[in-house]
């Protein structure tokens, strides 16, 4: 038989048919809503392209080769309208190429059918246009990339902290030490030879949801402490662990009881302080104590060598941070972060749930002596002539600023820095006081003596975007013109990084402040203008249409018909209510508690961070109630779990307001879940930190465990994910992270950032590594949590990896 024959007639005009029908069904989609975006004032592409598709379907549903011929046109008009838009973005050009590709090779099938064609040309031209779709999808993986730069030379022959800790053999605080540089010196891991990396040993905690753990909100996010021979830690439920740092053998547990009821947005313990008590004998009972916050609002005190509660801490090793803050419903007030220690003072703050309602209990900031617990001082701004409980009858100030992050600490000036919070409802600024409005969304330096505020340095004013600081700020000495300047280095989640003297808080560079919009539902109270720092920023320009992106030109022009129904000024857009509104970057945008990294010596800071918009909208009171939002936390119409996610979920109530608040965070197209900006959605930077200046810049996190309907791709195309955690840098010249949605943790090479090594994680790891040495060996771990805002599997496998011996 010759491969120009064909099967029945009525077979090849039944596939010609088929095929047109999709051609047509697709075309009438894009017809429609191509229309509805010219008239918004948008790209006429795709009514164009969908009135091509109509008229090449009805072509070949009659079985005319002039059908494909026209579809090969609508194909190639796709591309070349691509190009002009996008350049050669590879990202930008996936919705007018691989969908209309696809079309294309099924046409390109129908040609034996319509005309004097062979089944082989057909085939053969298929087999190109797939081709080109490979070479294309190289080409995508390769985007994105900055050249890397020459680092900076050495600045410091040593590493300058002004805590009494040193990271090296050990790892003694969140950030390495309270300085939070996440910097170890140990060099034995280098890039010649992590790719013999493997894994020592993995402790699972035994701390997992109960019943359906991808239907729990559970994220560990734990960086364990390493101090002398002993490893700790926290489970995600507050159960304070100790481990043999080389083995992963458990030495003791102590469960402090914490009720699920307790549970906040995130069941999460981001990790935990190690005290010793100056002047006591190492063998008293608590000479040196782990120190935690849990969930429930207590700061717990167990002994170091035993794990049992410090009798001489509080009553019975715990003190309630719940006092004078009246009535506090389970779930409202939760601490997920490690205190700070400076001068013998537990500095803490919490977590107060997000979108519940304008009265939460107060972000009221406590002192505590870190070896009786008892109350130093108490800072509420509303009444800063209080220095500890509020007198008789009264509670410390409600629905104020909170720091739910972590602190850094300076021992020698006395002062602690809090990356303070907003005000109790994140999306209406109608009723906060004026001290609200000072210090929300601010560095506030404390001293630790007496609890009154040194100085405060504010990063937006009177926010209404969710836009607290989340990350801790890093204490370096910055290299200047006239000497060394004790200095702190504060990243933001809207992209900006500051650079302050942490002496008195002046910047060390100009903050410019830019006017911005001044419409939404409070025009009079929005600020005329924002700070933006000139040091550097990982933000990026401002959204336009041809920024909208789907895997297909059909969800690709439904996100651009939402961009333009939307209002959206360019960065800090104002809350509206008769519209939604695009905030850009969204309330996971730059730099969140993962926090940055400092090469104190090379003079490097690592920064990974998130861009991606949120697409939200205020709903009236009224409505709200008619749709079902749901009730605040506490509430009994709230109970059985029809609650408020806390401010990132779809809805929450905003109670007291005449608001409540549906935000789309990421904004995610309904049914395939893809969001409809173009990638990458996250990346990591390594920045000279004398300068500012990109040194490079990759995405970060490949498509392997996304795709649409939530269905893994497995692709490993590096599209640059959501991620949350941070990275250690040492110097050996790696950085580790995991924090990627892909639950891979990897080493990159500080001067390249190429990845020189990577594992697979048992889940999520939505953590920041700790480095320490026992024996001469380095050890790096990584809690691999999970995280249910990110999507990622639950878990509760704490892994260590070295070098084989």
Same mark, same amino acid.
């Given at each position: 038989?010759?491969?120009?024959?064909?099967?029945? @007639?009525?077979?090849?005009?039944?596939?010609?048919? !088929?095929?047109?029908?999709?051609?047509?069904?697709?075309?009438?989609?894009?017809?429609?809503?191509?229309?509805?975006?010219?008239?918004?004032?948008?790209?006429?592409?795709?009514?164009?392209?969908?009135?091509?598709?109509?008229?090449?379907?009805?072509?070949?549903?009659?079985?005319?080769?002039?059908?494909?011929?026209?579809?090969?046109?609508?194909?190639?008009?796709?591309?070349?309208?691509?190009?002009?838009?996008?350049?050669?973005?590879?990202?930008?050009?996936?919705?007018?190429?691989?969908?209309?590709?696809?079309?294309?090779?099924?046409?390109?099938?129908?040609?034996?059918?319509?005309?004097?064609?062979?089944?082989?040309?057909?085939?053969?031209?298929?087999?190109?246009?797939?081709?080109?779709?490979?070479?294309?999808?190289?080409?995508?993986?390769?985007?994105?990339?900055?050249?890397?730069?020459?680092? &900076?030379?050495?600045?410091?022959?040593?590493?300058?902290?002004?805590?009494?800790?040193?990271?090296?053999?050990?790892?003694?605080?969140?950030?390495?030490?309270?300085?939070?540089?996440?910097?170890?010196?140990?060099?034995?891991?280098?890039?010649?030879?992590?790719?013999?990396?493997?894994?020592?040993? +993995?402790?699972?905690?035994?701390?997992?949801?109960?019943?359906?753990?991808?239907?729990?909100?559970?994220?560990?996010?734990?960086?364990?402490?390493?101090?002398?021979?002993?490893?700790?830690?926290?489970?995600?439920?507050?159960?304070? !662990?100790?481990?043999?740092?080389?083995?992963?053998?458990?030495?003791?547990?102590?469960?402090?009881?914490?009720?699920?009821?307790?549970?906040?947005?995130?069941?999460?313990?981001?990790?935990?302080?190690?005290?010793?008590?100056?002047?006591?004998?190492?063998?008293?009972?608590?000479?040196?104590?782990?120190?935690?916050?849990?969930?429930?609002?207590?700061?717990?005190?167990?002994?170091?060598?035993?794990?049992?509660?410090?009798?001489?801490?509080?009553?019975?090793?715990?003190?309630?941070?719940?006092?004078?803050?009246?009535?506090?419903?389970?779930?409202?007030?939760?601490?997920?972060? @490690?205190?700070?220690?400076?001068?013998?003072?537990? +500095?803490?703050?919490?977590?107060?749930?997000?979108?519940?309602?304008?009265?939460?209990?107060?972000?009221?900031?406590?002192?505590?002596?870190?070896?009786?617990?008892?109350?130093?001082?108490?800072?509420?701004?509303?009444?800063?002539?209080?220095?500890?409980?509020?007198?008789?009858?009264?509670?410390?100030?409600?629905?104020?600023?909170?720091?739910?992050?972590?602190?850094?600490?300076?021992?020698?000036?006395?002062?602690?820095?809090?990356?303070?919070?907003?005000?109790?409802?994140?999306?209406?600024?109608?009723?906060?006081?004026?001290?609200?409005?000072?210090?929300?969304?601010?560095?506030?330096?404390?001293? +630790?003596?007496?609890?009154?505020?040194?100085?405060?340095?504010?990063?937006?004013?009177?926010?209404?975007?969710?836009?607290?600081?989340?990350?801790?700020?890093?204490?370096?000495?910055?290299?200047?013109?006239?000497?060394?300047?004790?200095?702190?280095?504060?990243?933001?989640?809207?992209?900006?990084?500051?650079?302050?003297? %942490?002496?008195?808080?002046?910047?060390?560079? &100009?903050?410019?402040?830019?006017?911005?919009? *001044?419409?939404?539902?409070?025009?009079?109270? *929005?600020?005329?203008?924002?700070?933006?720092?000139?040091?550097?920023?990982?933000?990026?320009?401002?959204?336009?249409?041809?920024?909208?992106?789907?895997?297909?030109?059909?969800?690709?022009?439904?996100?651009?018909?939402?961009?333009?129904?939307?209002?959206?000024?360019?960065?800090?857009?104002?809350?509206?209510?008769?519209?939604?509104?695009?905030?850009?970057?969204?309330?996971?945008?730059?730099?969140?508690?993962?926090?940055?990294?400092?090469?104190?010596? %090379?003079?490097?800071?690592?920064?990974?961070?998130?861009?991606?918009?949120?697409?939200? *909208?205020?709903?009236? *009171?009224?409505?709200?109630?008619?749709?079902?939002?749901?009730? &605040?936390?506490?509430?009994?119409?709230?109970?059985?779990?029809?609650?408020?996610?806390?401010?990132?979920?779809?809805?929450?109530?905003?109670?007291?307001?005449?608001?409540?608040?549906?935000?789309?965070?990421?904004w995610r197209l309904p049914l395939t879940g893809l969001l409809c900006k173009r990638p990458p959605y996250g990346g990591i930077r390594a920045i000279d930190m004398r300068t500012g200046r990109t040194i490079w810049d990759r995405p970060f996190g490949t498509a392997r465990r996304n795709g649409p309907w939530g269905i893994p791709s497995m692709?490993?195309?590096?599209?640059?994910?959501?991620?949350?955690?941070?990275?250690?840098?040492?110097?050996?010249?790696?950085?580790?992270?995991?924090?990627?949605?892909?639950?891979?943790?990897?080493?990159?090479?500080?001067?390249?950032?190429?990845?020189?090594?990577?594992?697979?994680? @048992?889940?999520?790891?939505?953590?920041?590594?700790?480095?320490?040495?026992?024996?001469?060996?380095?050890?790096?771990?990584?809690?691999?949590?999970?995280?249910?805002?990110?999507?990622?599997?639950?878990?509760?496998?704490?892994?260590?990896?070295?070098?084989?011996?």
């Open positions: 038989m010759q491969d120009h024959e064909t099967a029945h @007639p009525r077979v090849r005009s039944l596939y010609a048919a !088929i095929v047109g029908a999709i051609l047509a069904i697709a075309g009438l989609v894009l017809a429609i809503g191509g229309a509805w975006l010219t008239i918004l004032g948008g790209s006429p592409f795709y009514l164009i392209a969908g009135i091509g598709l109509l008229a090449s379907g009805a072509l070949l549903i009659r079985g005319r080769l002039l059908g494909a011929w026209l579809y090969g046109a609508t194909w190639l008009l796709s591309i070349l309208w691509g190009l002009v838009e996008t350049g050669l973005d590879g990202w930008g050009l996936i919705p007018f190429a691989v969908g209309p590709t696809i079309l294309l090779v099924l046409v390109l099938l129908t040609l034996p059918q319509l005309g004097k064609f062979r089944w082989r040309t057909a085939i053969g031209a298929s087999g190109i246009a797939i081709f080109a779709l490979v070479i294309a999808g190289f080409a995508i993986s390769r985007i994105n990339r900055t050249e890397a730069g020459a680092l &900076p030379g050495v600045i410091a022959s040593t590493v300058a902290d002004p805590s009494p800790m040193r990271a090296g053999t050990d790892w003694p605080a969140y950030g390495g030490t309270y300085a939070a540089q996440r910097y170890s010196p140990l060099g034995q891991i280098t890039p010649d030879n992590v790719g013999k990396l493997e894994r020592a040993w +993995v402790y699972n905690t035994g701390d997992m949801p109960q019943g359906d753990p991808t239907d729990s909100k559970y994220g560990a996010e734990t960086t364990p402490l390493k101090v002398g021979g002993t490893l700790y830690l926290c489970s995600a439920t507050n159960i304070l !662990i100790a481990l043999d740092p080389a083995t992963g053998k458990q030495r003791w547990r102590y469960d402090p009881q914490v009720s699920d009821e307790w549970i906040p947005y995130t069941a999460a313990c981001r990790g935990v302080a190690y005290f010793a008590a100056p002047g006591v004998g190492a063998d008293s009972e608590c000479a040196a104590r782990i120190i935690e916050g849990t969930l429930d609002g207590r700061l717990i005190a167990v002994d170091a060598q035993t794990g049992k509660p410090c009798s001489d801490f509080g009553s019975n090793g715990a003190v309630d941070i719940k006092r004078g803050m009246g009535p506090v419903e389970p779930g409202m007030v939760s601490i997920t972060s @490690p205190p700070t220690i400076v001068q013998g003072v537990i +500095v803490t703050g919490h977590q107060v749930l997000d979108g519940q309602k304008r009265s939460a209990p107060s972000g009221v900031i406590q002192g505590f002596d870190a070896v009786t617990g008892e109350q130093r001082w108490a800072w509420d701004m509303v009444h800063p002539h209080w220095n500890g409980l509020p007198p008789e009858g009264e509670q410390y100030a409600r629905g104020t600023p909170n720091m739910w992050t972590i602190a850094s600490g300076d021992e020698a000036l006395g002062l602690v820095y809090l990356p303070m919070g907003n005000s109790a409802v994140d999306y209406w600024s109608g009723s906060r006081s004026p001290q609200e409005n000072a210090f929300s969304t601010s560095l506030v330096a404390l001293d +630790v003596t007496t609890g009154k505020p040194r100085w405060r340095f504010q990063t937006v004013r009177r926010d209404v975007w969710d836009y607290d600081l989340g990350a801790q700020g890093t204490l370096v000495d910055f290299p200047s013109a006239a000497g060394n300047v004790p200095a702190l280095i504060l990243p933001s989640k809207q992209g900006d990084i500051y650079v302050l003297d %942490r002496r008195t808080g002046r910047p060390l560079f &100009p903050v410019q402040e830019r006017a911005v919009p *001044r419409t939404g539902v409070e025009p009079q109270l *929005r600020s005329p203008t924002q700070p933006f720092s000139s040091y550097h920023s990982l933000a990026f320009p401002a959204l336009k249409e041809s920024d909208m992106w789907g895997m297909s030109p059909i969800d690709q022009m439904i996100c651009r018909i939402q961009f333009k129904r939307a209002a959206y000024g360019g960065p800090y857009t104002p809350p509206t209510a008769d519209r939604r509104f695009v905030q850009y970057p969204g309330y996971n945008g730059g730099t969140d508690w993962g926090g940055i990294a400092v090469d104190p010596v %090379r003079g490097v800071i690592v920064a990974n961070y998130n861009d991606m918009p949120n697409y939200n *909208r205020l709903v009236p *009171r009224e409505e709200a109630q008619r749709k079902g939002f749901p009730a &605040p936390r506490g509430e009994e119409s709230a109970r059985g779990g029809d609650m408020g996610e806390g401010g990132h979920g779809s809805q929450d109530p905003q109670a007291g307001t005449p608001y409540a608040i549906a935000v789309n965070p990421g692709l490993p195309v590096n599209i640059g994910t959501p991620n949350n955690g941070g990275a250690v840098v040492t110097a050996g010249g790696l950085i580790f992270i995991a924090a990627a949605t892909d639950n891979l943790i990897r080493a990159i090479d500080i001067r390249t950032g190429e990845t020189l090594w990577q594992d697979t994680l @048992p889940a999520g790891g939505q953590a920041t590594p700790s480095v320490y040495e026992v024996n001469g060996k380095q050890y790096v771990v990584i809690m691999a949590g999970g995280h249910h805002f990110m999507e990622t599997p639950i878990g509760d496998a704490l892994v260590a990896y070295a070098l084989p011996d």
